[in-house]
């Protein structure tokens, strides 16, 4: 059964930083892609960035230079690191697991049960 796990969200300030990590079993990250997603209250679910079993990443424009996504694959881990925070950056937080290269979640077939991540002004 494969599982994603998503941790490290919580409240943050404007300019401050959070990891979260994804860690996954069940399936093992070295065959897939890893994205992250997130979505705020009446909003669609938004890419935010995905790294490959190449070692490429993608950030979603709306997050680059201030967002970076890595992977650990002996832990079978992917983590994403969010620095100065903006309280736009407030939603829930998903990993999903694919084996195609998309930042579209149509085509994501495992997915984590997300964790929150509030940043106050």
């Known amino acids: 059964q494969v599982q994603l796990t998503e941790s490290g969200g919580g409240l943050a300030q404007t300019g401050g930083s959070l990891r979260l990590s994804c860690v996954a079993s069940?399936?093992?990250?070295?065959?897939?892609?890893v994205g992250w997603f997130r979505q705020a209250p009446g909003t669609e679910r938004e890419f935010v960035a995905f790294s490959t079993w190449l070692g490429s990443t993608r950030i979603a424009e709306s997050v680059q230079g201030r967002f970076t996504v890595s992977r650990d694959n002996a832990k079978n881990t992917v983590y994403l690191q969010m620095d100065s925070l903006k309280p736009e950056d407030t939603a829930v937080y998903y990993c999903?697991?694919?084996?195609?290269?998309?930042?579209?979640?149509?085509?994501?077939?495992?997915w984590g049960q997300g964790t929150q991540v509030t940043v106050s002004s």
């Open positions: 999903a697991a694919d084996a195609s290269f998309t930042d579209q979640a149509k085509h994501y077939d495992f």
């Open positions: 069940g399936l093992t990250i070295h065959n897939y892609v």
